[in-house]
């Protein structure tokens, strides 16, 4: 059982704009308007469907809160869609950041599977800009995957998508310690 799991995941170094899945995930911000990093990447190649698709979220609904997640086309990327989370800003640990972020993994993947995505790719949420600790956002990101993917035959895949060599080396580490 949990050696499937461990089969239904991959990691990679790259650009997750060019990653050809049926979602890939945003790190975004609550105002869900466009950012830097990767939020700044995605929308820029994916084209302004994105950001209207957003607007029109966020007039109908508000900001959206730290840990939940909304999807939206991909526009003119080569995936089918884009779901956007926010990840917490890193505060010392002592805000529930930890929690916070379990929930953006969680909540885009549940969302992933009502949306009958079979493959979802994530960024490193909130290694960037938001200063979280990357050793311990790897763990908790692995750890909720796993958990969900155990439970759930659907998404079938998940991808990590690392832009830098260290969130590479870390997820490579943790993922060769599955059972
Ligand atoms: N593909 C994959 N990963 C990337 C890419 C890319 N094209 N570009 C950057 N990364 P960040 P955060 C990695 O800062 O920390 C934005 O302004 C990056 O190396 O993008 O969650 C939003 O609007 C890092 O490992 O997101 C928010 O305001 C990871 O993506 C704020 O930043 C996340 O870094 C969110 O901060």
Redesign the pocket.
């Known amino acids: 059982m949990e050696n499937s799991v461990k089969n239904r995941i991959n990691v990679l170094q790259g650009?997750?704009?060019k990653v050809r899945t049926d979602a890939i995930v945003n790190?975004?911000?609550t105002s869900l308007l466009?950012?830097?990093?990767?939020?700044?990447?995605i929308h820029r190649a994916g084209g302004p469907a994105i950001l209207e698709a957003c607007r029109q979220i966020v007039e109908k609904q508000g900001c959206c809160p730290t840990g939940e997640a909304v999807i939206t086309t991909a526009g003119n990327l080569p995936a089918k869609y884009v779901i956007h989370t926010v990840?917490p800003v890193w505060h010392g640990g002592s805000r529930n950041e930890a929690e916070k972020l379990a929930n953006c993994y969680r909540n885009s993947l549940k969302l992933a599977q009502a949306n009958a995505c079979k493959t979802v790719a994530f960024?490193?949420?909130?290694?960037?800009?938001?200063g979280y600790p990357k050793a311990e956002a790897a763990e908790i990101a692995l750890k909720e995957t796993v958990a969900f993917l155990q439970q759930n035959p659907q998404p079938e895949t998940v991808t990590f998508?690392c832009?830098?060599e260290e969130?590479l080396q870390l997820y490579q580490d943790l993922l060769q310690k599955l059972p």
């Open positions: 650009d997750i704009t790190a975004a911000n466009g950012g830097g990093g990767v939020d700044g990447a990840g960024p490193n949420v909130s290694t960037g800009v938001y998508v832009f830098d969130n």
